[in-house]
C-alpha cells in the first residue's frame, strides 16, 4: 500500500511539474481590486440568486455618446484602446485612457462619452443574477 501512494505521489509530482512548464515567463499585472466603485461609493454585497457572468467587449467611435444609463451589478472593465469619459449625473467625471481599468458605478446614473479621436474599445465583466438585466436606460 506505502508502494503505491509512493507510485502515485511521484507520478502526480512529475505530472504537475510537467504541465506547469516554465513558470518564469508568466507574468501577473493587477489592473483593479476594490471595495469601492472609480466615485468612491462602496460596492453593494451581491444579490441572492444563480450567478451570471457576463463579458462584453465594446467599441466605441470617436465622438460618440452613450445614453444615460445604471448598472444594478457589480461591474468592471479595461479600456483596450482609445480614451474614454464617464461622467456621472452629479458631474462627478472619470478619464480613461488605453490601458486603464475601471470599478464601475452600480445603481447610479451616468453615461459614457468618447471625445477621442480612435474608437475607445473597452471589456467589461459583469458579475450578475441570471434572468436580470445587467444594464437598465
Not at 99 to 114: A, P, T
Amino acid at each position: 500500500m506505502k508502494k503505491i501512494f509512493i507510485a502515485i505521489f511521484v507520478t502526480s509530482f512529475v505530472f504537475i511539474t510537467a504541465c506547469a512548464g516554465n513558470v518564469n515567463n508568466v507574468e501577473v499585472k493587477q489592473l483593479a481590486k476594490s471595495t469601492k466603485s472609480w466615485d468612491g461609493d462602496a460596492l453593494p454585497q451581491y444579490p441572492q440568486g444563480q450567478p451570471e457572468v457576463t463579458i462584453l467587449r465594446i467599441k466605441i467611435p470617436a465622438g460618440a455618446k452613450l445614453e444615460i444609463h445604471n448598472h444594478p451589478v457589480i461591474n468592471a472593465g479595461v479600456l483596450l484602446t482609445g480614451e474614454l469619459t464617464v461622467v456621472t449625473d452629479d458631474n462627478k467625471t472619470l478619464h480613461l485612457k488605453a490601458g486603464d481599468s475601471i470599478v464601475e458605478l452600480v445603481n447610479k446614473k451616468h453615461y459614457g462619452r468618447n471625445e477621442g479621436t480612435e474608437t475607445a474599445e473597452i471589456i467589461v465583466f459583469y458579475a450578475g443574477i441570471e434572468n436580470k438585466p445587467i444594464t437598465i436606460k
